[in-house]
């Protein structure tokens, strides 16, 4: 490990610690006939394990599409979900989020599922989906329009055709650039494009021309983040991928400068650590939501102070539903300060939050929060204005290496268990 990655490692640990209280316990523990807790209000996710292609940077829970096992899968969502249907009063959702995997493989199945989540839920906000270059065409864009998606994500990663080769894409830049073009057409409400940087063999120049390209196509938001850590993590070795390497953090700081100067320069605002926005349509973004519910194999949830996730096995998922049984595998309780660390956490990630809404929910450690906001603005990485605290630039980068030794390093853990055990024991963090 770097000097840095020392230094992060015990930030990390000091902040945890500071902010989660002595009575933390991370630890995931099995569940037998899991009952969700009472939930008025949430947003909702929906996992699609199904790719066309298995990317070899990503480490999230996904196998190769086979048509055999998209109809089995959406039957057991279908199950998933009517296990909240018929209550005394019907869940409002303030949003639903599709992603993967790659949704659009189980376009003849989404109808259905999202016909499921409208009779379980009052659904009040947008409904999004994520999909990939490959399967973007004018057919599929007005299918996805006319089942009510209102806003689109779309994996570009690159439009340098060597370096697309070098992360196993099999499209080409030209392609990427029509179907961006195809999407912006269909008239979402918020169009979401994916690049990542410090990539092998890219330049500051190669990125900047990735970023000159999408804001040319005048898509909604860009979201840019770098190769992170999991390919030579636990889940990365298990995928044999030791030529994917985290870069240094110098790099990594200079192309995260690079990017916030060259997309504020462009009428860009930053609306999460990774994420920069033009327009008021609605944000992409699945994972600043306080309390959610998880569908689908290897999703998670988090309400009233509970997190939970299913079962990673795809197999096992539908066999558990197809029966009547809880596909939940494993569940953690935070207690009130682990639950005021994780609300923060998110509202950092998000880059900025409300003054009285942090007030509030810390009002049980005050102190201790009046001494990490004096830090945070003697470091300069915090500013305040109209109520609200923003993060700086420099902020927003340091929350980035925070993130990969809290979020990013306990979901290599989770995921490092779960990819190959459905059922797993403990699972402490």
Not at 138 to 167: K, W
Not at 370 to 384: D, H, P, Q, T, Y
């Amino acid at each position: 490990m770097t000097g840095t990655g020392n230094v992060m490692r015990l930030v990390a640990g000091a902040c945890r610690r500071y902010l989660a209280g002595p009575d933390r316990d991370f630890v995931l523990r099995p569940v037998a006939g899991f009952t969700p807790p009472a939930v008025t209000r949430a947003g909702l996710y929906l996992h699609i394990p199904f790719c066309r292609s298995l990317c070899s940077y990503c480490p999230y829970d996904r196998i190769a599409y086979a048509p055999d096992l998209a109809e089995p899968y959406a039957q057991a969502v279908l199950v998933e979900l009517a296990r909240y249907v018929g209550g005394e009063q019907r869940i409002q959702a303030s949003s639903l989020y599709i992603g993967g995997g790659t949704p659009t493989t189980m376009l003849n199945q989404l109808g259905r599922m999202l016909e499921g989540f409208h009779g379980a839920f009052d659904i009040a906000g947008e409904v999004a989906l994520e999909t990939t270059v490959g399967d973007i065409t004018p057919a599929v864009v007005t299918r996805l329009r006319t089942l009510g998606v209102d806003v689109l994500s779309l994996g570009v990663q690159s439009f340098d055709d060597r370096l697309l080769r070098a992360i196993g894409r099999t499209y080409s830049g030209e392609a990427a650039r029509e179907a961006v073009s195809v999407a912006q057409a269909a008239g979402f409400q918020s169009l979401n494009v994916d690049l990542m940087f410090c990539l092998p063999g890219q330049t500051v120049q190669d990125f900047l021309h990735d970023l000159e390209l999408v804001t040319q196509l005048g898509v909604d938001q860009v979201t840019c983040y770098p190769l992170f850590s999991f390919p030579y993590s636990t889940a990365g070795r298990s995928q044999g991928l030791p030529e994917l390497r985290m870069p240094p953090t110098r790099e990594r700081r200079v192309m995260y400068h690079a990017m916030h100067t060259f997309l504020e320069s462009h009428g860009y605002r930053r609306v999460s650590v990774w994420g920069f926005q033009k327009g008021q349509g609605p944000r992409y973004s699945s994972v600043t939501r306080d309390e959610y519910l998880g569908f689908g194999a290897g999703s998670g949830s988090h309400i009233q102070g509970l997190s939970w996730f299913n079962t990673f096995s795809v197999s096992e998922y539908t066999a558990a539903c197809a029966v009547g049984r809880s596909p939940v595998a494993l569940s953690m309780a935070f207690t009130p300060a682990m639950e005021r660390s994780f609300w923060l956490y998110w509202r950092l990630y998000d880059s900025s939050l409300d003054i009285g809404q942090l007030r509030d929910h810390f009002r049980a450690d005050a102190g201790k929060l009046r001494l990490l906001l004096a830090k945070a603005r003697l470091l300069g990485m915090v500013r305040e204005e109209a109520g609200r605290l923003w993060l700086t630039e420099r902020g927003a980068f340091w929350i980035h290496l925070l993130q990969n030794e809290v979020a990013l390093r306990a979901v290599d853990r989770i995921w490092g268990v779960c990819l190959h055990d459905p059922w797993p024991g403990e699972i402490r963090l």
